[in-house]
């Protein structure tokens, strides 16, 4: 197979939705259906130890919640698929931004009791900044939901895109009676028993069962048909170009929980989402995907997924060309060569060697420091350089040390392991060099504890230190006289010089005071 037939049939995208819509619960299912895992596991899957193979951080199965991206690598119908489930957590947007830079499309995921949530909305803009695809899930039909043509309309006014529904839901929780399938015109079944041990029936060109099966007999499916003719006379037509150019999202109705209408999504997703997509680099160029070059970026890094070796992976979306096991490439930030040994392709927190890859693809390389988020690395001659990664400003401190004094090693150790991940920052006090840990929302400290704790075996103290504003400022024009009590001067993780003022009157009064201090968000 050539390097361009490859690329084809990569499909590389991320799951977003609003916390516990379902999200991580659908991922397994994908797994489930492209035969890589038996049986699906749960987000809360305390009582049976079935967790879901996403959720690997033990922090994260005590919780029931996703705190760090995850990848899952499947074959599917002759398709490579790389999928990344996110944290729908707020705390953890910075994370799931930063994803959403290495995917070429996005499934969103809808509780249908629920609708638009924010996060949701939070994401849906920066996914359609991008003007990447959507596809959108509407979950939870085992239970009773919303109106589909409420939620339908909610999807167009609130985050201003156009929808087709590719199914309607005949009825809801214990009403359930299956799929109404405009898209396949045909219906899918959630009691086949009852209707000649079918899971699908075909529709004639009417939209009409040509057999009195039981379900022709129900309400559910009589509504559902009439809503799905409406649809067809007054809705949106299906086009395929405006969903990949964003502008149309496809709505699936199913139920990730027990399956139900996973894989019809999953058939037309493979179908309709965009293979790897040309990417931006820094002077304004695109690099085409079926370039022979080899160019790729570091869109996370990840410490301790194997605790018994304290690694640290970079994970790095391969932007062109091909990667082969013990190839030479180029970092752009340091010019400095590294050959690529020990690279790992993904199902969670488990791995196996990645003898090659292609554009689309997301591999795994082995980090001894060398790599940090944003970084770009090339093959060729001329310097690659991509656009950086969102980087969020912290919001919230903490004063941490460590509890027990004799275990410095450990606590230095994981401390500067894990800021290298970018979910939480680090400074140190100018004079007393004390450590301050910056984050986005108070979740991430407890993770960041929480961790030290388990994978370093180091307690800690933390002290708040309540939301200041952090702001950098150029070392030739620092005097650390101008700290004081309001505007506490310490170092970032690289050494920069930056002020954490109380508030924005406590900045305003320093920029009044040192009108020739130019203060940047981030340096």
């Given amino acids: 197979m050539t390097l361009q037939d490859e690329i084809k049939k990569r499909r590389t995208f ?14 397994e299912q994908l797994l489930l259906y492209s035969g890589a895992i038996r049986q ?19 922090i994260e199965k005590q919780r029931g919640i996703s705190v760090t991206s995850s990848v899952m690598q499947v074959d599917y119908d002759g398709y490579q698929i790389n999928i990344v489930d996110t944290p729908g957590h707020e705390d953890f947007s910075e994370d799931t931004y930063r994803t959403l830079m290495a995917v070429d499309s996005a499934v969103m995921v809808i509780d249908s009791a629920k609708g638009i949530e924010p996060q949701t909305k939070r994401l849906f803009e920066v996914a359609s900044k991008r003007g990447i695809p959507i596809f959108t899930f509407m979950n939870k039909l085992d239970r009773e939901g919303r109106d589909p043509m409420e939620l339908i309309a909610e999807l167009e006014e609130v985050l201003g895109i156009d929808a087709y529904a590719m199914n309607w839901p005949m009825g809801s929780g214990k009403t359930l009676e299956g799929l109404y399938d405009l898209y396949n015109n045909r219906l899918e079944l959630t009691h086949p028993e009852e209707n000649g041990d079918n899971d699908f029936l075909p529709l004639d060109e009417d939209g009409e069962l040509a057999e009195d099966y039981a379900v022709k007999e129900t309400a559910v499916y009589q509504e559902a048909q009439e809503s799905a003719l409406l649809l ?4 949106n037509s299906f086009d395929a170009e405006a969903i990949r150019a964003g502008q149309l999202t496809p709505v699936f109705f199913g139920s990730a929980l027990t399956g139900f209408g996973v894989q019809t999504f999953l058939d037309a997703f493979v179908d309709y989402a965009p293979e790897p997509q040309r990417q931006p680099t820094v002077n304004g160029e695109e690099i ?18 194997d605790p018994h070796h304290r690694d640290r992976i970079a994970f790095v979306r391969i932007c062109s060309g091909r990667f082969e096991e013990g190839m030479e490439v180029k970092v752009a930030r340091t010019d400095k060569k590294i050959r690529l040994n020990n690279t790992t392709r993904f199902m969670a927190d488990s791995r196996k060697n990645a003898e090659a890859a292609v554009a689309g693809d997301i591999i795994g390389l082995y980090d001894t420091g060398n790599f940090q988020i944003s970084d770009s690395i090339f093959s060729g001659k001329n310097t690659v350089e991509f656009e950086p990664l969102p980087h969020f ?28 991940e970018g979910a939480i920052q680090l400074y140190k006090t100018w004079h007393t060099e004390e450590y301050i840990l910056g984050a986005v929302g108070q979740l991430q400290f407890e993770v960041f504890q929480y961790r030290l704790q388990t994978e370093y075996h180091s307690e800690v103290s933390m002290q708040p230190l309540g939301r200041k504003i952090a702001r950098w400022i150029k070392e030739e024009d620092l005097d650390p006289s101008m700290s004081s009590s309001r505007n506490l001067l310490c170092r970032d993780r690289f050494g920069k010089p930056v002020f954490l003022f109380e508030n924005e009157f406590a900045e305003n009064w320093f920029r009044q005071k040192y009108p020739e201090i130019e203060l940047e968000t981030l340096l």
């Fill in 14 to 27: 991320a799951i977003i939705s609003h916390p516990d819509a379902g999200k991580t619960t659908i991922t």
């Fill in 40 to 58: 699906a596991g749960t987000v809360k899957g305390r009582k049976t130890g079935k967790y879901a193979k996403s959720d690997w951080m033990e």
């Fill in 393 to 420: 400003t912290p919001e919230m401190f903490m004063k941490v040390s460590p509890k027990n004094v004799m275990k410095q090693k450990s606590f230095h150790k994981g401390m500067e392991q894990l800021v290298q």
């Fill in 232 to 235: 067809k006379e007054a809705g």
């Fill in 288 to 305: 085409d995907p079926e370039s022979e070059e080899l160019t790729g970026f570091i869109f996370k890094i990840q410490a301790n997924m």
